[in-house]
């Protein structure tokens, strides 16, 4: 059987080991051996973790058969999806992330890593200029918002993502944690 990949990316202050990319290795190792999840650590500087999110996409031996965003990940997988036409399941993502990083200025350590970073006005700016408008190929992602979000005003993303195929979960909070149970669900569409 030949092998697939899967790129998921992790967000803002999280790593390859959060909760929800150890529950994608999980399920993924254990319904679909054939595919490799790859989980690049993305830097808290948004400038870099696009340049590092897309070095790992375009390493790898072949497109992935999807990405996975959480948060800014989701972010990120949103312009990937847009940008080479690839399939996309984005968590509670960032669609304007621009807005909400002033509040996140000066020094910060990552949980998981405790590597220590500065974020700065101008590693804002850019972000700005990312920032999807319209979804030219909204068949290419699945959006997964919880409507209790305490990060991310999940309406900009339903507004966004509206032509999208998108699940709005009553109560959910950021940290998503139905993400198990729409796993299965985000692989059929991946495989389809």
């Known amino acids: 059987m030949s092998q697939s990949h899967l790129l998921y990316l992790h967000g803002f202050l999280s790593s390859p080991e ?4 150890q529950q994608t290795r999980k399920y993924i190792a254990q319904h679909h051996p054939e595919i490799i999840v790859h989980t690049p650590q993305l830097s808290g500087v948004p400038a870099l973790a696009m340049r590092e999110a897309e070095a790992t996409l375009q390493n790898l031996p072949k497109a992935p058969i999807g990405i996975i965003g959480s948060s800014m990940g989701g972010f ?3 312009l990937f999806a847009e940008q080479y036409q690839i399939k ?4 509670n993502p960032a ?6 990083f002033p509040e996140y200025l000066g ?13 700065k006005k101008e590693d804002i ?12 190929h909204p068949h290419l992602t699945q959006v997964y918002l919880g409507s209790a979000d305490e990060v991310l005003n999940y309406r900009l993303a339903e507004e966004l993502y509206q032509n999208s195929d998108l699940l709005i979960t009553e109560g959910s909070d950021h940290a998503y944690s139905e993400f198990p149970e729409y796993l299965p669900r985000m692989l059929r569409f991946f495989l389809a």
């Open 76 to 78: 990120l997988a949103g």
């Open 18 to 21: 959060s909760l929800k990319a």
């Open 88 to 91: 996309a399941a984005l968590i």
């Open 107 to 119: 020094q910060h350590t990552n949980p998981y890593t405790g590597d220590i970073f500065e974020l």
């Open 95 to 100: 669609v304007a992330p621009h807005t909400l």
């Open 125 to 136: 700016g850019p972000l700005a200029n990312m920032a999807l408008h319209d979804i030219k």
